[in-house]
């Protein structure tokens, strides 16, 4: 299988970030299909638009910024092997980033990471909440489903801009800080940056369905939905985070059938490397 092109060590003991692939959709609702192409098709394309050859020699286009990291690509794994295989990263104190999938994924990651690590901050990045109550284990109820594993006064949502009425209950209920990409707009990104860093606690988790971007960022998403964050302040306020430093992060929801030539499996890509790059950098 081909690997990301973020991998530079075949050593999973040697390794500080350990990527994972998990193609699988069986728990979305969505009209568009496809999100279980989105493992393989993400590290295809990091291989062909960031990998550049000159005099027969194989050079990477890192990002600007940040120190490189030792990377490990398990390659893919299934739904069932969640908690083991994350258990085994976990104990191994390194960071996980996986790509899905469907959403309902970080479900089952963020309780398996919750056993060693306890009650975490978590960051969802998403054009929805994932909030419904009356329904669960699908991913539209990812963080009704993991309330008992996540600290909700140091956790928050980014990027929300369409909701269930059980949705926007649910987060008054509980008081779940939400951005939307208009605060981001009003107050600008540096100062909604240092009300999110501020609000996390120590074990952050981040989760990023690529829907939260606008869809001429990110077109081939299962469930698009207009004005969103651009992909530049998005990407500030990650890079800003994995300075802070993390558990892990997850990529979820590409849907490359639906994808225009590529754009948001290269943009995955991306924003792996960057978080890569930046993690740990303060």
């Known amino acids: 299988m081909e690997k990301i092109c973020w991998a530079n060590t075949e050593d999973f003991e040697q390794s500080e970030f350990v990527v994972v692939g998990i193609p699988d959709e069986s728990q979305s609702h969505a009209l568009r299909k496809g999100t279980e192409e989105a493992p393989s098709k993400i590290r295809q394309i990091s291989n062909l638009r960031d990998l550049y050859e000159r005099d027969g020699q194989i050079s990477l286009g890192r990002p600007f910024e940040g120190t490189e990291k030792k ?19 976990s104990a191994s104190s390194k960071i996980p980033i996986s790509i899905g999938g469907d959403h309902s994924i970080t479900r089952q990651i963020i309780n398996a990471l919750a056993k060693r690590h306890g009650k975490i901050s978590l960051v969802y990045f998403d054009a929805h909440p994932d909030f419904v109550s009356s329904t669960t284990n699908y991913y539209g109820s990812v963080v009704n489903d993991v309330l008992p594993n996540i600290e909700i006064k140091s956790s928050v949502q980014i990027g929300i801009r369409n909701l269930e009425q059980e949705e926007l209950d649910n987060i008054e209920k509980y008081h779940l800080e939400v951005i939307t990409p208009f605060d981001i707009r009003e107050q600008g990104i540096r100062q909604i940056t240092n009300c999110v ?16 971007l606008d869809p001429a960022y990110a077109p081939g998403v299962s469930v698009p939905v207009p004005m969103g964050l ?29 994808d ?9 890509s991306r924003i792996i490397s960057e978080v890569l790059y930046s993690s740990g950098e303060t």
């Open 71 to 89: 990377v490990h690509d398990l390659g893919n794994i299934n739904r069932p092997q969640i908690e083991n295989i994350y258990d085994k990263i």
């Open 260 to 268: 225009v030539k590529d754009r948001t499996s290269h943009l995955a």
């Open 197 to 212: 860093l501020n609000r996390l606690g120590e074990k952050v988790y981040v989760s990023f369905d690529m829907d939260c």
């Open 230 to 258: 651009n992909s530049t302040d998005a990407v500030y306020l990650l890079k800003e985070i994995a300075k802070k430093g993390i558990i892990g992060m997850d990529v979820m929801e590409v849907c490359p059938s639906f």
